[in-house]
């Protein structure tokens, strides 16, 4: 083991050597006061259990500042516990949510049953839970990830997992994680929070980036029914994405899309798709 790693939390141990800092991507090391940077003056603290690695902020922080739209009131929606736990309880009780999750579940269960029990995964952005224990049975270990820290706070009074986790605040923009560290990358309903094509592309590519063998990212499609049907009226339009653009990413990045199954093909425009970087 590392020097840097021997002093490290127990939990963070298995993945110190994989973080990345998320303003300038070097390794980070465990110091006396915490996590930080081993290049520039970044620290990471813990409040609550749960570790800090967000790079808030959207698109001026990749220098693409011109945009007139942007996610930010999106990202700072369940900064407080309150909204978050409006949200997880919205799909408890609520029957087409409840019925939505139960098949997200078997969708997830069927795209990652074929590569089997993985070392790590990274689920980006983990909401307060909902969707974790179908991710938890795929890994050694679980990390949760979200910029919303109310949303962290939620899971992580959720019931034991089945596999360890570690909590931390990440963002899709900036993955606090190395290039090709993380086996398997998992982002389930944030592409279509995205206001700009910018945001869907890049919010893509970093989990290409620090995935090493697959990436399973749901997004809106531009041609579902239910967009075309929208289309019609006078509601504002989804923040959408198309098979062949999401494939194309996925290919300018050594990933093959290797099925983009609908959540429903009447009820839902959201996709799961399943991106396998080639070996
Ligand atoms: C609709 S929720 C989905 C949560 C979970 N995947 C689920 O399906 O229940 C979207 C989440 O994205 C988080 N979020 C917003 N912008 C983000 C960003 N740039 N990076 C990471 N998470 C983000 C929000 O805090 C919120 O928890
Ligand atoms: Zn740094």
Not at 95 to 122: C, D, F, M, W, Y
Not at 190 to 209: C, G, K, M, N, V
Request: charged share 25%.
């Amino acid at each position: 083991m590392k020097p840097a790693l021997v002093d490290a939390p127990r939990a963070l141990q298995p993945i110190l050597e994989f973080l990345a800092c998320p303003w300038c991507r070097a390794p980070l090391d465990w110091k006396p006061a915490g996590l930080g940077c081993s290049s520039c003056p970044a620290q990471f603290p813990a409040r609550d259990g749960i570790l800090d690695l967000a790079r808030r902020g959207t698109a001026e922080t990749w220098g693409a500042a011109d945009s007139e739209a942007s996610s930010q009131a999106y990202q700072d929606a369940y900064a407080a516990l309150e909204p978050a736990q409006h949200y997880n309880r919205e799909y408890e009780v609520r029957t087409l949510k409840r019925l939505s999750t139960q098949r997200e579940r078997n969708l997830i269960a069927r795209l990652l049953r074929p590569h089997g029990r993985v070392q790590h995964l990274l689920e980006l952005p983990c909401g307060g839970g909902r969707l974790s224990p179908s991710f938890a049975q795929w890994t050694e270990l679980l990390v949760q990830a979200d910029t919303g820290w109310g949303q962290l706070l939620h899971a992580n009074r959720r019931p034991v997992l089945v596999t360890p986790r570690v909590l931390m605040a990440g963002s899709g923009f900036h993955v606090p994680f190395r290039d090709a560290s993380v086996d398997g990358v998992a982002c389930v309903r944030l592409s279509h929070h995205l206001p700009t094509a910018d945001e869907r592309r890049r919010l893509l590519q970093e989990l290409l980036r620090v995935a090493r063998r697959y990436v399973l990212m749901t997004f809106f499609d531009h041609h579902s029914l239910k967009n075309r049907l929208r289309q019609r009226t006078k509601k504002p339009p989804k923040m959408t994405m198309t098979v062949d653009e999401v494939r194309a990413i996925a290919r300018e990045h050594g990933a093959e899309l290797v099925a983009a199954p609908m959540l429903s093909w009447v009820g839902s425009g959201h996709r799961y798709a399943m991106m396998v970087k080639r070996a």
